[in-house]
């Protein structure tokens, strides 16, 4: 039983983990429709649902293992003052998921339960997608400034809707 309650514990870890990014983007994509940025709620919201899928894994998992998944959040959501307040803080959530996620691969390796590790591998990749995508976004908000990048992220500028 020592294989499986090691990687039941990582996966609720990072279950929890899931839960408080769900509601973080949650959180977010109603924050940016209140800004009028309503093309980048919609991202956000396309975010959330792909980290309540990785919940959904994880969950799935945990059950096969033989567990009681506890579905609760780790962290509560944080309101951002900016967008690059939100970036920031989403990007060091990424890097922190990635850094938990390779270390509890590696352990499910060592341990030989090899769906666990192929399950956290798969989600670092996932991941390091959003990771990218939120490094490129900082990138552009710094090269375009605030203002163009706020006018590329809303419906129409025009009309305001």
Same mark, same amino acid.
């Given at each position: 039983?020592?294989?499986? /309650?090691?990687? @039941?514990?990582?996966? !609720? ?37 792909? &980290? ?5 894994? #994880? ?20 309101? /951002?003052?900016?967008?690059? &307040? ?10 922190? /998921? @990635? ?8 352990? /499910?390796? &060592? ?8 399950? #956290?591998?798969?989600?670092? !990749? ?10 490129? !976004? ?7 400034? &605030?203002?163009? #990048?706020?006018? !590329? ?9």
């Amino acid at each position: 039983m020592g294989r499986e /309650a090691n990687s @039941i514990e990582n996966l !609720q870890t990072a279950l929890a983990m899931e839960m408080s990014a769900i509601n973080q983007y949650l959180l977010h994509a109603h924050v940016l429709d209140d800004w009028g940025l309503d093309v980048l709620a919609a991202r956000m919201r396309a975010e959330m649902t792909e &980290e309540l899928g990785h919940a959904g894994r #994880f969950i799935d998992r945990i059950l096969f293992l033989g567990g009681d998944p506890v579905v609760a959040a780790s962290d509560r959501p944080r309101r /951002a003052a900016s967008l690059d &307040e939100m970036f920031s803080a989403d990007l060091a959530d990424e890097k922190n /998921a @990635i850094a938990v996620y390779t270390e509890a691969a590696r352990l /499910a390796g &060592e341990s030989r339960d090899i769906g666990t590790r192929i399950l #956290f591998e798969i989600i670092v !990749q996932e991941e390091e997608g959003h990771m990218d995508w939120l490094q490129r !976004q900082r990138n552009l908000l710094a090269r375009l400034g &605030e203002p163009t #990048f706020m006018a !590329q992220n809303m419906s129409d500028v025009t009309t305001g809707g």
